[in-house]
């Protein structure tokens, strides 16, 4: 972060806030509920639309042609199933609720970024009103539990439609801090936007403070008006800027190598445990979201995310070159920087918080954007589908061991209580004490009402 190297005056500081560091949704628009059971939220955003029939659906009797190679294996809650890739998520079983009914009730969001911005703001990408972020509406209604720290944060913040991410009608300072890195897992891996230069030593930002309290005290007492409490702002990005805090709360090769190993080798392990560490240190929105770096040990692989469209079952590269259905640049969904570090760092992450008692004051969500086809398509992949797919919750007073809803045999079609985007968003506003019955306003001030589309998802309250 670079601060001003002109003459400093009143407008110089107000600057600052275009900076990022500064948060203008910390002022809660209305408080919390006391009484609400999470008090974060961790998100898992796996994008490019994960296959419900691979995962967490599986279909062992749908036609032979189209089923997945990857057989259901029991969990360890009677009657729950999963297939062969989430083995070691099934160990946690007892803490997940399933939800295999969800759908997307209208057309318009069955691309990438339109799907991914209806998972990551609960609202239509349609709507009438470019909606926040669910992180943005945390963080402008309930403010930051860490003052050195952004409320709500993506690690890394680089999947393929990170562009979306969207204040909405809020404040630009309730944008998602996003910390970038390619690879979490390198040890050279730093976020450098938190971290003071050298020409913003800890003695050259103390005494612009120091001269930033004398220009309000001098305008307070000069017009009657100060700088209309932004030195709240201000205050927290000098803290993030020079707080020790900051550094150790991204610092996850301090964790015991036990523990690191526990989530995996490779970039994947490393977010979900820097995701833990940020929830740990008391940030309030948190989005974890992996794309597999291109590697030596993975070549061909520049784009792994989940959109499965061509050779999804094979054992390496599904190819290189743009000539099937668009799937080039991945891996086969059965590899290790697929599903392999999927279930050993989602497994990891399910037990490190419970075991650190943060599970029950943290809502987690693992989510994708919409499914696959149930049947395969002629490259043997599967194309996007919006009428079935599956997410699943864990913690915050969620009953775990549970599946919501159900598919026919093929995994194409809700069969049982159906839920949609909508109430993903309602049930997060829910869990975190948001009142729904009350409006935000936009710069305009006209209200808005948040999480109204939809009922939260009734078997997770």
Not at 369 to 375: D, I, L, S, V
């Amino acid at each position: 972060m670079r601060f001003p190297t002109t003459p400093l005056t009143r407008r110089n500081f107000l600057g600052l806030g275009a900076s990022g560091i500064v948060f203008a949704g910390l002022r809660p628009t209305f408080a919390a509920n006391k009484l609400a059971p999470a008090k974060n939220v961790l998100v898992v955003l796996e994008q490019g639309g994960l296959s419900q029939m691979d995962t967490w659906d599986p279909k062992p009797d749908a036609v032979s042609e189209h089923r997945s190679p990857f057989k259901p294996i029991a969990t360890n809650v009677n009657g729950m199933r999963f297939t062969e890739l989430l083995s070691e998520t099934a160990r946690v079983a007892d803490k997940l609720a399933v939800v295999r009914s969800m759908w997307h009730p209208k057309a318009g969001a069955s691309g990438h970024g339109e799907g991914t911005q209806y998972m990551l703001s609960g609202a239509h990408p349609g709507s009438a009103i470019h909606m926040p972020d669910l992180g943005s509406v945390a963080a402008h209604t309930l403010g930051t539990r860490a003052h050195f720290l952004p409320p709500y944060v993506m690690v890394p913040g680089n999947h393929e439609q990170a562009n979306v991410t969207s204040t909405g009608f809020l404040p630009v300072g309730t944008k998602a801090f996003k910390t970038g890195g390619a690879d979490l897992a390198s040890p050279n891996w730093k976020v450098g936007a938190l971290e003071p230069r050298a020409e913003t030593s800890a003695e050259r930002l103390a005494a612009r403070q120091q001269l930033l309290n004398g220009l309000n005290a001098r305008s307070s007492s000069g017009s009657g008006q100060s700088f209309g409490g932004m030195e709240r702002f201000y205050d927290q990005a000098f803290d993030t800027l020079t707080s020790p805090k900051v550094a150790k709360a991204f610092d996850y090769q301090s964790e015991p190598l036990p523990v690191r190993e526990k989530y995996g080798k490779g970039h994947r392990g490393a977010c979900y445990l820097v995701g833990r560490k940020l929830i740990e240190a008391g940030v309030r929105f948190v989005t974890v979201d992996v794309r597999w770096p291109l590697a030596n040990e993975y070549p061909g692989g520049f784009n792994m995310n989940w959109d499965h469209h061509d050779l999804m079952y094979v054992k390496g590269s599904c190819g290189t070159v743009r000539d099937k259905a668009g799937g080039e640049g991945r891996y086969g969904i059965g590899t290790w920087p697929m599903m392999g570090s999927t279930d050993r760092a989602f497994a990891a992450l399910i037990e490190d918080l419970d075991q650190r008692g943060l599970l029950e004051e943290t809502l987690v969500c693992f989510v994708t954007e919409f499914g696959r086809t149930p049947k395969l398509n002629k490259f043997q992949g599967r194309d996007h589908w919006t009428n079935a797919y599956s997410i699943a919750f864990a913690g915050a007073g969620v009953r775990g061991g549970q599946v919501i809803g159900s598919t026919d045999k093929d995994g194409g079609q809700v069969s049982n209580d159906p839920w949609t985007p909508e109430a993903y968003g309602a049930t997060v506003l829910e869990k975190l004490g948001i009142d729904r019955a009350k409006p935000l306003y936009t710069t305009s001030n006209r209200p808005v009402f948040l999480g109204n589309e939809a009922d939260p998802i009734t078997p997770l309250m």
